[in-house]
C-alpha cells in the first residue's frame, strides 16, 4: 500500500479518533490487551505507515505487499488485529503491527514523507546526491529515507513521465534531472491521491502494467529490476539509460 492510499485510510477512520478501545483480538503477537480501554488520540500517515496514537504510545502499522483493512466489516481471513469501538470497528489483515512507546513526532521525520506538508524537496535533492555512485533511480525512489511513501507503481508512473530508464544512475543524471524527478514523485503522490479517491487510478497508468507506449506506440519492456527486484516497465525509446 503506497503513501495516498494510507492518507485515504486516515480520512476514512477518522470517526475513531477520541472514541474508547472497547474490544480488542487478531493473531498478531503485539500486547495488545494494552490497548484495551484507551483512547486513539489520533490517526497519522507517515510514508507506508499508518499510525494510530494514543496518550503514551502508538500503534505503527505496515501493510506490506498484501495487507488490507476493513472498518466496520469484516474479511474471512483471520484477522491481524480487531479494534472495537461503540461507533463500530475497524479490522486489519495480512500487515505488520508494532506498538512504539513515545510520541510520533520524535520518531518520525516530516521532512521526508511525500505526502506531508512539511516536505522538503532540497533535503530530498541532497539525499539523492550522497548515494552510493552505482545506485539506480528505481531503487533510489523506493528509498524509504527519501521519499517516504513512494511505491512500485509511483516509481514506474514517475520515470516514464520525466523520461529517464529505471537503470539509469542517480550519479549520472543532471541538476535539472534531479529536480524533475523529486518534483514528479511529489506531484504524482498526489495525483494518486486524487484519482483513487475517485476510484480511476488504474485508467490514468500509463507505464505500469501496459504492454503499449503512449508516446512512441512500441511495446513496453516489462522486467524486473533493482534490490530487491520489483516489477518494472519502461519504453526503450523515450526512456533514457544514462550511465
Not at 37 to 57: E, R, V, Y
Not at 168 to 189: F, G, H, I, M, W
Request: positive net charge; charged residues 30%.
Amino acid at each position: 500500500m503506497e503513501g495516498p492510499s494510507i492518507v485515504i485510510l486516515c480520512e476514512e477512520a477518522k470517526a475513531f479518533i477520541n472514541k474508547k478501545v472497547i474490544g480488542v483480538k487478531g493473531n498478531t503477537k503485539i500486547d495488545k490487551e494494552r490497548l484495551l480501554n484507551q483512547k486513539i488520540t489520533d490517526l497519522k500517515s507517515w510514508g507506508k505507515h499508518f499510525i494510530i496514537c494514543f496518550d503514551a504510545f502508538f500503534v505503527r502499522i505496515h501493510f506490506l505487499m498484501f495487507g488490507s483493512y476493513r472498518i466496520n466489516e469484516r474479511k474471512e481471513n483471520p484477522v491481524r488485529l480487531s479494534l472495537k469501538f461503540k461507533n463500530g470497528e475497524f479490522n486489519f489483515y495480512n500487515c505488520s503491527i508494532k506498538i512504539v512507546d513515545g510520541d510520533f513526532y520524535s520518531e518520525y521525520d516530516e521532512e521526508i514523507n511525500v505526502m506531508s506538508d512539511e516536505w522538503n524537496e532540497k533535503k530530498a535533492i541532497r539525499a539523492l546526491k550522497q548515494l552510493n555512485e552505482n545506485t539506480q533511480v528505481c531503487d533510489a525512489l523506493l528509498n524509504q529515507n527519501i521519499f517516504a511513501g513512494v511505491g512500485n507503481i509511483i516509481k514506474n508512473e514517475v520515470l516514464f513521465r520525466i523520461k529517464i530508464h529505471p537503470q539509469s544512475l542517480v550519479s549520472a543524471l543532471t541538476p535539472k534531472q534531479l529536480k524533475d524527478l523529486v518534483t514528479e514523485a511529489r506531484n504524482y503522490c498526489f495525483d494518486f491521491y486524487r484519482w483513487k479517491k475517485k476510484y480511476e487510478l488504474k485508467k490514468h497508468w500509463l507505464a505500469y502494467k501496459k504492454k503499449i507506449c503512449p508516446r512512441d506506440n512500441i511495446p513496453f519492456t516489462r522486467t524486473y529490476s533493482g534490490y530487491p527486484e520489483r516489477l518494472t516497465f519502461y519504453c526503450r525509446k523515450c526512456q533514457k539509460l544514462y550511465k
